[in-house]
């Protein structure tokens, strides 16, 4: 068993994706690392929407695209990934935010013991208030009041993931 430190310290986000999608197994296990994240007062506020198909995943980048005021021909924010988990959490809930977020981070470092790439995409919010984005959510059957927090793209690495940075001087103070 891979010590969970190590992991940690080795996953970095990646760019760059082999077109091939990741096995349905390694796909419910990075779901299920989300679905185990800790959530404030275990409400879990979060859904996970695990996009599979290209139509819906290149949808998905061309609306990303657009918020960041380019078009899908110019960019593809999710980097050639070919699926994308998005995580939405209910406004209604204080923590929906941190909630989210831990969501994702649990993704992130499962896909990383799996030997998987990933990389947290934002602009989830502004894709998902958007018309387009509410339209899909209604689409997908999903009922509520939901912020989008990320779009978690994963595809197997296409290259060696970069080293670490050294850690920054004052990182912790021990009081």
Same mark, same amino acid.
């Given at each position: ?7 940690? /310290? ?6 760059? +994706? ?10 419910? /296990? ?12 275990? /409400? ?89 984005? /509410? ?10 009041? +939901? ?23 004052? +990182?912790? +103070?021990?009081?």
């Amino acid at each position: 068993m891979a010590d969970i430190l190590d992991t940690l /310290k080795a996953r970095r986000s990646c760019r760059k +994706y082999k077109a091939q999608a990741i096995s349905k197994d390694e796909l419910v /296990k990075i779901i299920e690392a989300g679905e185990f994240a800790a959530t404030g007062m275990g /409400k879990q506020s979060p859904i996970i929407v695990a996009v599979t198909d290209r139509e819906t995943r290149d949808r998905l980048s061309a609306m990303n695209a657009e918020v960041m005021g380019k078009s899908g021909a110019e960019v593809d924010p999710f980097y050639g990934a070919p699926q994308v988990l998005v995580v939405l959490a209910d406004k209604n809930v204080a923590t929906h935010v941190y909630d989210g977020s831990l969501v994702l981070g649990n993704m992130m470092n499962e896909a990383a013991s799996l030997g998987v790439g990933s990389c947290w995409i934002h602009r989830a919010k502004e894709m998902f208030e958007s018309d387009v984005g /509410k339209a899909l959510l209604e689409k997908w059957g999903v009922k509520g009041d +939901y912020e989008g927090i990320g779009n978690l793209i994963v595809g197997y690495p296409d290259g060696e993931a970069p080293l670490a940075k050294p850690r920054k001087e004052n +990182y912790v +103070y021990f009081v």
